[in-house]
């Protein structure tokens, strides 16, 4: 499934936001600590809330459960799965989903189980290597993935209903270039 330009600006404007909160500053690995937010207790570089008790994580730290190796991601759904399954059409292992979507392993399983139970996914050997198992939506999948993808189309296009599409390829042009100017800063440092 192609992305539209909705779609593709959505995605720059994460891009853009992740590395913002990622770049180095007075207060650790984000720009600036976010006003009412203090210092956590165990770590004064840490800018975020604790996310659990004993949080000794920040975004950028690997060792972080909240935050992980790339900063905040979006929250795991049914309905992100559903719509990334449909980018395989001859069904995907569980651990290159897994990696696609940025979850681990025990989550994967708990998602694919539900999945599975609800009728929207099927599990098969996979032809290639009978000790692998393959994820591929059924038709009840398909309908649901469809759906979850115009409801996705209809909040983007209300998110950028005010810019034209000139105005939509520039934006994206300028992210891009924010990304790229970002990348080269982070060579020369």
Do not use: W
């Not at 770049?23 to 976010?34: I, S, V």
């Not at 937010?37 to 165990?42: K, L, R, S």
């Not at 935050?67 to 059409?89: A, F, W």
Request: net charge negative; proline share 10%.
């Amino acid at each position: 499934m192609s992305k539209t330009t909705n779609e593709i600006l959505f995605e720059k404007i994460l891009q853009v936001d992740r590395r913002f909160r990622l770049a180095p500053g007075p207060h650790g690995p984000g720009p600036f600590r976010p006003e009412g937010v203090p210092p956590h207790p165990e770590n004064p570089e840490c800018f975020e809330r604790p996310c659990r008790p004993g949080h000794k994580g920040h975004p950028g730290n690997p060792d972080c459960p909240k935050h992980g190796p790339r900063g905040r991601r979006p929250p795991m759904s049914r309905e992100r799965i559903l719509r990334v399954l449909t980018d395989y059409e001859g069904g995907v292992r569980q651990k290159a989903l897994a990696e696609t979507l940025h979850v681990g392993a025990p989550a994967m399983s708990e998602f694919i189980d539900k999945l599975e139970a609800d009728g929207y996914i099927v599990r098969e050997v996979d032809p290639s290597d009978k000790r692998a198992t393959l994820i591929s939506l059924t038709e009840l999948g398909k309908a649901r993935a469809c759906e979850v993808q115009d409801e996705y189309d209809e909040h983007l296009g209300k998110l950028f209903a005010n810019l034209s599409d000139e105005e939509k390829d520039e934006l994206i042009k300028l992210l891009d270039k924010l990304l790229s100017d970002f990348d080269e800063g982070e060579k020369d440092e």
